[in-house]
């Protein structure tokens, strides 16, 4: 259970790039999150409305783009999805696959912001 | 009002990503091999480590460890008895190790220069999920697995599995006794991760210590060449 400390940094993060837009709010934050990431959606959902209390995020929407884990196989050199989290091996040739190439990401992808009228301070 | 996208495209722990990073270099100049050490409480990395430990210096090797734990300084006395320098951590509620702690706990280190060691050690919070996503700057991350825990458990935590580079299997001396299926284990393991290396072990009778002390003197050399 380390999605509070996730969700935190993400606050800290969001929160330093508003310093462009001084009265912005924050209406949806995009994460992408791989399925080697090792984190729960629900968990970051749950953390995500605690850790936005009182902040510019406040009431804003957390949407969590996952990603599947592709390889790439070494045997007959193309790349694909692996079926599932049981068996790193290649989907085309079924073999032995242990070159990730995508899965791990733990990124914030973008922000969107409400940014304040123009002449108005925050 | 108007509504904007701001693309950040930035990791979300990039903070520990570069602490990280600066170890690894770190790490790296100073000629010292630094593994992380992850398992569910109870699988035995202390043991293992004691044993590790101990025969390292047996064979001349200069070793060191840090042991994370959310409280008391019990692991780090047990592994004090080996007479290689150790230190604790404690994360007070921390589910797992980052790599700030692992810079704060290498400061004011009494008697300890990298310079002058072989490996490091880092004994992770007894914890099979959360520590799979912090860099702690290691060169070799290793999974470890007691022959009582089910050899279905790679399938189970197939994330932390499938970040390492080695998996021990521990308690190999009661293998028998708990009906332990060692096919099955290491076809569960490489399912998770083809090439990785496996070590069957026991701390207590020592038995695949060589082995696994081999790999480590062959990593060693293998970073120096």
Not at chain 1, 4 to 16: E, G, Q
Not at chain 1, 48 to 72: C, F, K, M, Q
Not at chain 2, 104 to 112: D, F, M, P
Not at chain 2, 187 to 206: H, L, M, Q, V, Y
Request: charged fraction near 25%; include cysteine.
């Amino acid at each position: 259970m380390h999605e509070l400390s996730i969700v935190s940094s993400v606050v800290d993060t969001v929160i330093t790039s508003l310093e462009k837009y001084p009265g912005a709010r924050v209406t949806e934050v995009r994460l992408n999150v791989g399925a080697l990431a090792a984190v729960i959606e629900d968990s970051l959902q749950f953390c995500y409305g605690i850790a936005t209390d009182g902040t510019p995020l406040e009431g804003s929407r957390l949407v969590v783009n996952l990603i599947p884990v592709t390889v790439h196989c070494a045997a007959c050199g193309r790349d694909g999805a692996i079926e599932s989290l049981q068996s790193f091996r290649c989907p085309h040739c079924g073999e032995p696959a242990a070159d990730i190439r995508h899965g791990r990401e733990l990124d914030i992808d973008a922000i969107e912001i409400e940014e304040a009228e123009e002449g108005v301070k925050p | 009002m108007t509504t904007r996208i701001v693309e950040l495209r930035q990791g979300i722990l990039k903070k520990n990503d570069e602490l990280a990073r600066g170890l690894r270099t770190r790490f790296e100049t100073a000629g010292v091999l630094v593994l992380n050490l992850v398992s569910s409480p109870g699988t035995g990395k202390t043991a293992f480590l004691e044993r590790t430990l101990r025969e390292l210096r047996a064979r001349g090797s200069r070793a060191a460890a840090l042991v994370g734990d959310l409280e008391t300084d019990n692991d780090a006395r047990r592994l004090a008895a080996s007479g290689a320098p150790v230190r604790q951590i404690n994360t007070h509620g921390i589910c797992h190790l980052e790599a700030e702690m692992i810079g704060k706990h290498l400061e004011g280190w009494a008697g300890v220069d990298l310079k002058n060691l072989d490996y490091l050690f880092i004994e992770n919070v007894g914890n099979l999920v959360c520590p799979s996503s912090y860099d702690l700057g290691e060169r070799i991350r290793v999974a470890l697995l007691s022959v009582t825990e089910g050899e279905d458990k790679p399938l189970k935590y197939p994330t932390l599995f499938n970040s390492a580079d080695a998996a021990i299997i521990t308690k190999m001396d009661i293998a028998e006794a708990v009906g332990f299926d060692r096919a099955a284990a290491l076809r569960n393991i490489r399912a998770i991760r083809p090439d990785i290396r496996i070590f069957e072990t026991s701390a207590k009778t020592g038995a695949g210590t060589d082995l696994w002390l081999d790999y480590l003197a062959a990593e060693k050399a293998h970073r120096e060449a």
